[in-house]
């Protein structure tokens, strides 16, 4: 699956606005929601429904992309960022304040370097990850590359 | 259940007094990051020795005899492309040099021995076998292709 790079940038500008406004105030309801689009894209990031917005709000405006790329980065790092989410909701349900506002803000600072900064989150973190975690992942799933 | 409501009511609050400083220092920080970022990726560095090193890349299927640029690359890395594309640039114009991509994933064992955290990273690997230099991130074509220029006329032909 290749998809427009912008569209992916797009979306972490709006989950960035989303998870400042839900730090400011909007608690948890919109992290409630943000978590069901971070779900979504996970699942298909062709029914992510930001990249949807952008696909029927900005796209038409633009020049076609030059080059498309592979869903797969933008993929893991909605699932981090669906991982950060949860631990924020477990903490804003367990009575754990704290616990919620560092992780939305760890969930505020990948997603704005995402957008400002175009910085990949899954090649900075997933190798790493692996390193750390031990046997590849291609040891137990027998998958192609 | 009124109490659960309660307490929620509280935690919601709680979110918005500290919210504020939360999101003004994450910003501040991140920016930070960013920037320092910005400035490393795709700089080209000289390597330090690392050990077992050569029999690593050995592992990896890199010979001997002339330059070889090995770029580890994995799935969930969108700048892998593009660097792959430079790297082909680079093997074009630069004439002996070979180019082999590594998927990380599947050689993590190589990855800790080389010392790669990230990707893409690419090592400059000379005829003798010794990694030269290394950079993450995408690098710039002009500047890869003189470094590898450098590689091969260091080498007695």
Do not use: K
Request: aromatic residues 4%; proline residues 7%; hydrophobic residues 55%.
């Amino acid at each position: 699956m290749l998809i427009d790079p912008r569209a992916p940038r797009f979306a972490a500008a709006i989950t960035t606005g989303v998870l400042a406004v839900a730090l400011l105030g909007g608690g948890t309801p919109l992290l409630i929601v943000q978590a069901v689009v971070f779900a979504i894209t996970a699942a298909n990031p062709r029914l992510g429904p930001y990249g949807l917005l952008y696909r029927l709000i900005l796209a038409p405006r633009l020049t076609p992309p030059t080059e498309l790329e592979p869903a797969a980065p933008v993929r893991f790092a909605q699932v981090v960022g669906l991982i950060f989410i949860g631990v924020a909701l477990v903490g804003q349900f367990a009575g754990v304040p704290v616990l919620a506002l560092a992780a939305t803000g760890a969930a505020l600072a990948a997603a704005f370097l995402n957008a400002a900064f175009d910085l990949c989150l899954g090649c900075l973190g997933y190798l790493a990850l692996r390193r750390l975690l031990g046997r590849p992942l291609a040891a137990r799933v027998p998958a192609g590359s | 259940m009124p109490a659960v409501a309660l307490w929620q009511v509280r935690a919601v609050h709680d979110l918005s007094l500290t919210g504020l400083a939360v999101v003004a220092g994450v910003l501040v920080v991140a920016t930070a990051v960013g920037l320092w970022h910005r400035r490393r990726d795709g700089r080209i560095t000289a390597a330090g020795p690392t050990a077992g090193a050569s029999a690593a890349l050995a592992g990896l299927g890199v010979t001997t005899g002339a330059p070889v640029l090995v770029q580890f690359s994995s799935a969930v890395c969108a700048p892998c492309q593009a660097t792959r594309r430079v790297l082909e640039r680079v093997g074009r114009t630069v004439d002996g040099v070979r180019l082999l991509e590594v998927d990380a994933e599947r050689h993590l064992a190589a990855a800790r021995a080389l010392d790669v955290w990230r990707t893409p990273t690419v090592l400059l690997v000379d005829g003798d076998g010794r990694i030269a230099r290394r950079v993450s991130g995408v690098p710039d074509a002009a500047e890869l292709t003189a470094a590898v220029r450098e590689l091969t006329t260091g080498m007695p032909r």
